[in-house]
C-alpha cells in the first residue's frame, strides 16, 4: 500500500523567510496530493494541493512542486507570518483510494 | 455554508466503557470519513462511506468499532469496550464525491481513556 513519508517534523523560521516542507510516496500510481493545516484544536483545513498532471501550483505565498520521476512533492511557504504556525499535513491517494497522510510537521514562525 | 460538525468535543472514559461520537457532514456531501489521529501522528483512516454504503473499512478494529451512516446523512462511530490504546482526536471529514477532492474536517472528538 501507499506510504508517505514527511520531513522535517519540526520547522523553526524568522517572520519574512521561507519555510519549505518535503514528502515522499512509494505508489507510483498515487495522483492526488493535498496539503493541510491543523491549527491548535481545530481538524485539517486543506491549504492547496496538486494532481499528477501538473508539476507545480501557486496560490498566492504558497506552492507546491511535485516531481513524479522522484516520487516526492513540497510545500514552500514564502514570506512567513506568526499566523502560519501550525502543524502541516502532506498526504496522497489514487482514484478513489483513502488519503495516506505523511507524520505532519510543526511550523514554527518566529516575529 | 456550515462545516462539518461533530460532538462531544471532549470525552474522558475508563477503559472497557463504551463511547460514541456523531458526526453531522455538510449538506450534499456523499462521501463521509471518519479518522483517528493518535497524538504527534497523521490522521489514519478508519471508515469511509459513500452515501449510507460503506467504501472502506480495512482499518477498523471491527471487534470493537462500530460505525453507520443512516439515511446517508449523520454518522456514529461506537468503540465497545474501549482501549487505553484508543486515546486519540476522532476526526469526521466529508466530500463532494470520492475521487480525488477536497475533504472538510470537523474540530474532532479527543478521546482520553484511563
Keep these: 500500500g501507499e506510504n508517505v513519508e514527511q520531513h522535517p517534523s519540526t520547522l523553526s523560521v524568522q517572520e519574512g523567510d521561507s519555510a519549505v516542507i518535503k514528502c515522499t510516496y512509494s505508489d507510483s500510481a498515487s495522483n492526488y496530493f493535498p496539503w493541510y493545516k491543523q491549527e491548535l484544536g481545530k481538524g485539517p483545513q486543506l491549504i492547496i494541493d496538486i494532481r499528477s498532471n501538473v508539476g507545480e501550483k501557486k496560490d498566492q505565498r504558497i506552492a507546491v512542486t511535485l516531481n513524479k520521476t522522484a516520487k516526492h512533492f513540497s510545500l514552500h511557504i514564502t514570506e512567513t507570518q506568526p499566523e502560519d504556525s501550525a502543524v502541516y499535513f502532506c498526504a496522497a491517494s489514487k482514484g478513489t483510494d483513502k488519503l495516506i497522510f505523511g507524520t505532519g510537521t510543526r511550523l514554527q514562525v518566529f516575529p | ?114
Design chain 2, 1 to 114: 455554508e456550515a462545516g462539518v460538525a461533530q460532538s462531544p468535543r471532549y470525552k474522558i472514559i475508563e477503559k472497557r466503557q463504551s463511547v460514541a461520537f456523531w458526526c453531522n457532514p455538510i449538506s450534499g456531501h456523499a462521501t463521509l470519513y471518519w479518522y483517528q489521529q493518535i497524538l504527534g501522528q497523521g490522521p489514519k483512516l478508519l471508515i469511509q462511506f459513500q452515501n449510507n454504503g460503506v467504501v472502506d473499512d480495512s482499518q477498523l478494529p471491527k471487534d470493537r468499532f462500530s460505525a453507520e451512516r443512516l439515511k446517508g446523512v449523520d454518522s456514529t462511530l461506537k468503540i465497545q469496550p474501549a482501549k487505553l490504546e484508543d486515546s486519540a482526536v476522532y476526526l469526521c471529514a466529508s466530500s463532494r464525491t470520492t475521487v480525488n477532492t477536497e475533504a472538510f474536517f470537523g474540530q474532532g472528538t479527543r478521546l482520553t481513556v484511563v
